[in-house]
């Protein structure tokens, strides 16, 4: 028992294992079969993957190579992975959905158990079929008939007797199913050698007594399911004819009416079958038991079996469907048949046949006749046709006489015919013994030679035809598109490689042709135009390093084979003329660097990587160089770009230093100029301190190794540059070595090996022998390193801030989106200083409560647990204060002590941060105000007259003062704010101020004033004197806006900001000439006007007489002794406004002769006219020319208000802006 048990045991998994296979093999049914396309796709998607990995990386698409990156390649693969599992997915639900059709259909649909049942017939019919006949294409292999007829009408005997059926060995499990409890045939589908006849039985086509509509009946149903199992599998040409057999005893025994109704419900099931199909289906009509006629046994059994396998019957031409063609066809068969029956009874008569035959076949003869006409009328009626187009009517492509099998009684149609009329009892002619009853009549070529003749005739399915068509135009103009693009990528691609070899060509002989380098030019930019040349040449066909020759330009890409010849010419011009251009201006700045200086090491390190590559480090030489020549070539951004593509290619390619280890003669002279100094340089260096050098290799490494350097604006936020400016911009970049990032991930890692990173120095100063350090070497190195990282990095940090100003706001608006954005938004004054806090602060806070300090007015079990917690803190903090990341930022945080305060203290009311935003939330809502109001440049300019006039403090005011007492750089930047957002509100006041400037006091200047005499001289009109009293009198025009408005921005606090005057000096000079004027003209006493007393010195003697009328007033003086008058202007007294000099000739009867001008500024005119010969304080003299004549004047007026100096006038301008 125990062997059977230990037996047992082990075969139970070889049945598990077999009951698996059990259930995977029934799920064969739903596995795809592998068919050529199929497996053409899967290929193609396992090539897809393939092609992903090995040459995704190559690829490349315009600038870029989507599949270069191993993210990018994994996206691609799950992508193709999930396409092949959808389409997996999909082709086994419809198996499923296939292979389980829904109950609840089965359910719902009338005889839906019958069609999944002729449904599983078809189909492994259709199996053994196509496996027994080895073809790709079985379906199509052989034209597919369908037999049509009554139940009786004997074509399922036709096609058994025919001797034309191959067995296929297939036994079928549909069987005979009950239906109203009458027995019923299936379908049947017979394989011959020329072609697949289909046998629906007869309910196909009969119609329930109870079912009016053919479709709901049984048979009904079947037959749509059958047609449609032909559409979708034989969609080019379901059928290629359609056999009609009829009982001919049936056929004789209908009345003329119940004819027309066989005939027209049979081409109702044809045409319905046609029009399905799409397609015109020939019909042949097969008339079946002849036997049954009185008088066939007299003639056909004497036949020989060769003429009993012939056909009998007539096949219409093709031209007969049109017309009646047929029936002259058809009447020319008959002909033809009852001739050769006629000829054969004189012989059946002669030769001693009994009575009962002769008179049987008189009665064939007889029958026959009768037969013609009711053949002629039964394919009439078929071929009628209403409201039928001719290409869609029934074609009726013969009619044939057949004889399956005997054993029906013989009948002549008359003698019943007679019977039945007179009501007599029908006679019976005699009935076929069973050893006659095996021979088929007219059968063997019925079918091969006859029946399955016209295979094509039935044309294809219209709708597949149409489809077919329709995907081979689409399939066409597909192919024509990729054959085009095809042609037409290929001769882009050659044409543009054709053009770029050309232009390679010429950049080459340009490059030849080219001059000697402008040797004034520094740092490798006098050698540009000939490496632009040589390098547009290498890259003419673009970098073929980037590109596999294989794809690239689909195939034609020629840049791997011509851009390495013209690359040699390239690299060879980098290494041998650009390079040492850079090694040459990098040997002065080593020259002249201190000795032993972190600068000298750092030149030579530069150096080092130029020549050799094997410790190249790219983006390091490139920062330095981008440097370099930024200052060199500053505002020449196309000449730095253009250097550094080539420095860049150089990197990349160029090896000096192995160049001249393969002994190249050109390359050991290039670099005989430097082989001196890099030497002294490296045995200087080689004496450093060892700690000076590992902390610049830790500097370096951490560029490789640390993420890109911290960005201020970015961490800060979009808002920064509404709110902050940099005074530097490269100061606002923080490499990650001096963050906490950079100190907890990658310093404190580097502490215990620095004396391991002196690799690259070793490389650089060409350092081989070893030192070994002691434990007290290294603390030295760690402590040296720490305190120069510690003050670098609070260095860094407070730069930072130090660089980061308020920007100055042109207008209220940007003052408010400014403190907007500092109060709600994005915050950028508490996120600099929240960054700040957070690479300057340890995680855990130093404050740690006392364990033995209870917790007031907690019982005992909450001081239990709270000492517990604190315990527990205090014990993390003390091996927190072990950990060197933990000491740096300990130190580090000791220089920004107030800084982080503002952070921590920020909910504190009373602290600075809050104050702060007090002060800024009170600015902001002033600011708000004043842009708010119907007249913001009003309330400004009122608000500016306030604190100048009245001494009021207002919110800028106050939060500038609070500013002084805050910590940096907070009181900085609110001072910033405060004193900014001021400028913003003065330079909207004087907006203001400068509109009612123009519109008061320069406009009516300008219309009134200053285009006349006396303000412009060369003037023809005068000024009026109201104009000019109104303009310049006391409290006039510009005097009360001066007092009103400029008064306190010319003379009060707000005369100057930061050293500068708010009103324009143009603007102050101005109103210093116009209170000249009114001083001048004006007095208190006499209001507008001015006095001064003129006295006559010397007339000339051809005059005796001179006449001197100022105004009206007339100073009269001949030879002799002067007079001096005292005279005003203007004179009231006097209308007339008239000022002239009058000279008297001596001569007798000599006219006098006189200037004069009229107006209210005559005298200014008539001296003017004047020469003036001396001037001095209080007097001035004037010489008058009239007619020959002179005559001198002396005018005495105030020495500091003289009216008559041209000045006073000319000088005075006005301008519209204020500021």
């Not at 002549?412 to 069973?434: C, H, M, S």
């Not at 050293?1059 to 000079?1069: C, D, F, L, T, Y």
Request: neutral net charge; aromatic residues 10%.
């Amino acid at each position: 028992m125990y062997f059977i048990n230990k037996i047992a045991r082990w075969l139970s998994p070889l049945r598990a294992m077999k009951a698996f296979a059990g259930k995977l093999l029934q799920l064969k049914p739903l596995l795809p079969r592998f068919s050529l396309s199929l497996t053409v796709l899967w290929v193609i998607w396992a090539m897809g993957l393939l092609a992903i990995w090995l040459w995704g990386p190559l690829w490349t698409w315009g600038e870029i190579k989507p599949l270069g990156s191993t993210g990018n390649r994994l996206v691609a693969t799950l992508l193709l992975l999930l396409m092949g599992l959808s389409t997996v997915s999909w082709y086994l639900y419809k198996q499923v959905q296939h292979a389980l059709p829904g109950q609840q259909a089965a359910e719902n649909l009338p005889y839906q158990a019958s069609i999944d049942h002729q449904a599983r017939f078809l189909d492994e019919w259709l199996q053994h079929y196509s496996q027994r006949s080895h073809l790709k294409n079985a379906m199509y292999s052989r034209p597919w008939y369908i037999m049509m007829g009554e139940s009786v009408s004997g074509k399922s005997t036709l096609i058994r007797k025919s001797d034309q059926v191959i067995p296929l060995n297939f036994q079928s499990e549909l069987k005979r199913e009950m239906y109203d409890g009458k027995a019923l045939k299936s379908l049947g589908l017979f394989l011959t050698q020329p072609a697949v006849l289909i046998d629906p039985p007869g309910e196909f086509f009969q119609q329930d007594e109870h079912d009016k509509d053919k479709v709901h009946h049984r048979g009904g149903r079947l037959l749509q399911h059958l047609l449609d199992w032909l559409i979708t599998h034989r969609p080019r040409q379901p059928l290629n004819g359609v056999v009609l057999t009829i009982n001919i005893q049936e056929l004789m025994a209908m009345t003329a009416e119940n004819r027309r109704m066989w005939a027209q419900r049979w081409q109702t099931h044809i045409l319905t079958l046609s029009d399905r199909f799409a397609c015109r289906v020939p019909v042949s009509i097969v008339i079946n038991k002849m036997d049954v006629l009185n008088g066939f046994e007299a003639i056909y059994p004497a036949l020989s079996q060769h003429m009993r396998n012939k056909t009998l019957g007539v096949s219409f031409s093709l031209e007969a469907e049109y017309g009646d063609s047929w029936r002259k066809e058809l009447k020319a068969f008959w002909e033809e048949w009852q001739q050769n029956l006629n000829q054969l009874m004189p012989e059946q008569m002669i030769g001693g046949t009994t009575i009962d035959l002769r008179s049987a076949l008189f009665c064939f003869i007889g029958q026959l006749s009768a037969l013609q006409t009711v053949t002629e009328e039964t394919i009439n009626d078929l071929l009628r046709h209403y409201n039928r187009d001719p290409g869609r009517q029934m074609l009726i492509r013969g009619l044939y006489f057949t004889s399956a099998i005997q054993q029906n009684r013989r009948s002549d149609f008359f003698q019943d015919a007679i019977a039945e009329r007179y009501g007599l009892r029908k006679t019976t002619q005699g009935v076929w013994q069973p050893k006659d009853n095996q021979s088929g009549y007219f059968l063997h070529d019925l079918f091969s030679n006859t029946l399955f003749s016209e295979p094509n005739l039935a044309g294809e399915n219209a709708e597949f035809t149409r489809l077919r068509r329709h995907r081979l135009t689409l399939a066409t103009v597909i192919a024509g598109g990729v054959a085009l693009s095809l042609l037409s990528g290929w001769y882009y691609y050659y044409l543009k490689n054709y053009r770029a070899g050309e232009l390679a060509l010429k950049k080459v002989e340009t490059f030849q042709k080219i001059g000697s380098p402008d040797a004034s030019k520094p740092l490798g930019a006098d050698w540009l135009p000939h490496m632009d040349i040589i390098r547009d040449a290498t890259l003419s066909y673009g970098d073929y390093h980037e590109k596999n020759s294989l794809f690239s330009d689909m195939g034609l890409y020629q840049g791997d084979r011509i851009g390495q010849l013209v690359e040699k010419t390239y690299l060879r011009f980098l290494t041998l003329r650009f390079l040492p251009q850079l090694m040459a201006d990098l040997q002065t700045q080593l020259e002249a660097a201190p000795d032993n200086s972190d600068e000298k090491l750092a030149l030579l390190r530069i150096m080092r990587m130029l020549e050799d590559k094997s410790g190249r480090s790219i983006p390091l030489v490139e920062e330095y160089m981008r440097g370099r020549w930024q200052k060199a070539f500053t505002g020449q951004r196309e000449v730095q770009e253009r250097l550094m593509q080539h420095l860049d290619y150089a990197l990349q390619h160029t090896d000096w230093a192995g160049e001249r280890r393969k002994g190249d003669r050109d390359a050991i002279k290039a670099w005989e100029p430097f082989v001196g100094n890099v030497l002294s340089a490296q045995r200087e260096l080689s004496k450093l301190p060892l700690y000076q050098r590992v902390y610049q290799n830790l500097g370096i490494k951490a560029r490789e190794q640390l993420p890109p350097d911290l960005d201020l604006r970015t961490e800060i936020g979009a808002q920064f540059d509404t709110v902050f400016v940099a005074d530097e911009e490269a100061l606002l970049k923080i490499p990650q070595f001096w963050t906490r990032y950079g100190l907890a991930h990658y310093l404190t890692k580097q502490m215990d090996r620095l004396v391991d990173i002196t690799g690259l120095d070793a490389w650089v100063l060409k350092l081989t022998e070893h030192t070994d350090y002691s434990d007290a070497d290294k603390r030295e190195i760690q402590r040296q390193i720490t305190d120069r990282y510690v003050g670098d990095y609070v260095s860094r940090w407070r730069n930072a801030l130090t660089n980061l100003s308020i920007r100055p706001f042109a207008d209220i608006s940007e003052a408010t989106d400014a403190l907007d954005a500092v109060l709600n938004n994005g915050q950028p004054v508490w996120r600099a200083l929240l960054l700040l806090r957070d690479n300057t602060q340890t995680q855990l806070q130093a404050a740690i409560v006392e364990p033995d300090v209870p917790v007031a007015g907690a019982s005992k079990k909450e001081q239990k647990v709270a000492q517990v917690l604190n315990i527990a803190q205090k014990n993390t903090l003390e091996q927190m204060g072990n950990q060197p990341e933990y000491v740096l930022l300990n130190r580090i945080g000791r220089s920004f002590t107030e800084q982080k305060a503002l952070v921590e203290h920020s909910e504190d009311q009373n602290g600075q941060l809050r104050q702060a935003y007090n002060a800024l939330t009170a600015m902001n809502a002033e600011l708000h105000r004043i842009s708010n109001a119907p007249e913001p440049g009003k309330a400004a300019l009122l608000l500016a007259q306030m604190r100048f006039q009245q001494n009021s403090a207002d919110s800028f005011f106050s939060a500038k003062q609070m500013s002084r007492n805050l910590s940096e750089p907070l009181g900085r930047w609110v001072g910033q704010l405060a004193d900014n957002s001021w400028e913003a509100v003065m330079g909207l006041a004087l907006q203001s101020l400068e509109k009612e400037w123009s519109g008061k006091v320069v406009t009516p200047f300008l219309s009134q004033l200053a285009d006349k005499y006396p303000f412009n001289r060369r003037a023809t009109k005068d000024a009026a004197l109201s104009d000019m009293e109104r303009f310049f009198a006391p409290d006039g025009v510009i005097d009360s806006f001066y007092k009103d408005n400029l008064k306190v921005f010319v003379e009060g606090r707000a005369s100057a900001v930061d050293g500068k005057s708010v009103i324009r000096p143009e603007i102050v000079r101005s109103l210093q000439q116009a209170d000249k004027i009114r001083s001048v003209f004006f007095s208190k006493q006499n209001g507008f006007g001015i006095q001064y007393a003129i006295s006559p010195i010397e007339l000339s003697a051809n005059k005796r007489r001179a006449v001197l009328n100022l105004d009206g007033q007339l100073i009269d003086y001949t030879q002799g002794s002067p007079s001096t008058a005292h005279l005003v202007w203007p004179n009231a007294m006097r209308s007339g406004n008239e000022s002239k000099i009058t000279l008297v000739p001596n001569a007798v009867g000599a006219s006098p002769r006189s200037i004069g001008y009229s107006g209210p500024w005559a005298t200014f005119h008539i001296l003017d006219k004047g020469e003036l010969t001396s001037i001095q304080d209080g007097s001035f003299d004037i010489r008058f020319t009239v007619d020959g004549g002179a005559v001198s004047y002396r005018v005495y007026m105030d020495a500091s208000d003289n009216p008559f100096s041209g000045d006073i006038f000319s000088q005075f301008t006005l301008m519209d802006q204020l500021y």
